[in-house]
């Protein structure tokens, strides 16, 4: 079964600022994507950013970007300029092989506190 | 376009009764899974629906179940209801379900069952 652990409960930034949210995972398969998801307190959870295994670029999305290492079985996410709105849960996913018929398994996740 | 709606947003319950959640996913998508969020186990995978069809279940009891509608609408059923399934649901569509595209699954807003 594959697993996913975020260390850091908690993280504070100051507006911004540059932050690194830390991810690994665990899995015995070599083809499978892997997810940043933001939970505001609006509750709905939002995708940030999405890597394929395969490509070896890490992806980026405007002020979003991960450092995906496959050997390491490591994928961190990078928010840049911090701001007052970045505040949320982020949580790391891994979707396998057979996609939504086995669901996401999510990282326990990361507080993300921004101060002004 | 519309996302995904799920009823009612909070919910408050007895010990022993059951209950039913209703997720409405975007237009189109044919996929819909459910979710269970709770502050110890974090985000657990429920089951997934695919053309009415159950197509797997995350390690839950009996007591969990759901159902899709032709129109892909879904529902999930808690029955005998216990304190410890007070946590928030939430449910995710897709177009396919199988992998997933670039925009990952689309969540709801979740709906708040609180067990007393």
């Known amino acids: 079964a594959q697993t996913v652990t975020q260390s850091q409960p908690e993280m504070s930034v100051q507006e911004a600022e540059t932050v690194t949210l830390s991810c690994t995972y665990d899995t015995s398969e070599s083809d499978y994507y892997l997810f940043w998801y933001k939970q505001p307190p609006s509750r709905q959870m939002i995708l940030v950013i999405r890597q394929e295994a395969y490509k070896q670029q890490n992806a980026t999305e405007n002020r979003f970007s991960v450092n995906f290492q496959k050997a390491a079985k490591s994928f961190s996410l990078k928010i840049s300029d911090s701001q007052l709105g970045d505040a949320a849960m982020y949580f790391c996913?891994?979707?396998?092989?057979?996609?939504?018929?086995?669901?996401?398994?999510f990282g326990k996740g990361t507080h993300l506190i921004i101060q002004p | 376009k519309a996302g995904v709606t799920q009823t009612p947003r909070y919910l408050i319950k007895t010990r022993g009764q059951q209950v039913t959640l209703s997720c409405s996913p975007i237009s189109g998508h044919r996929s819909v899974s459910w979710y269970q969020q709770t502050p110890g186990q974090g985000l657990q995978f429920l089951f997934e629906y695919f053309s009415e069809t159950q197509r797997n279940k995350g390690n839950f009891p009996g007591r969990f179940s759901g159902r899709q509608f032709s129109n892909s609408r879904s529902e999930m059923n808690v029955s005998t209801l216990e304190l410890g399934d007070s946590a928030l649901y939430l449910c995710?569509?897709?177009?396919?379900?199988?992998?997933?595209?670039?925009?990952?699954?689309?969540f709801g807003s979740g709906t708040r069952l609180t067990v007393v």
């Open positions: 995710a569509s897709s177009l396919a379900g199988g992998r997933t595209s670039e925009r990952g699954y689309t």
């Open positions: 996913a891994y979707e396998g092989r057979r996609g939504g018929a086995d669901g996401l398994t």
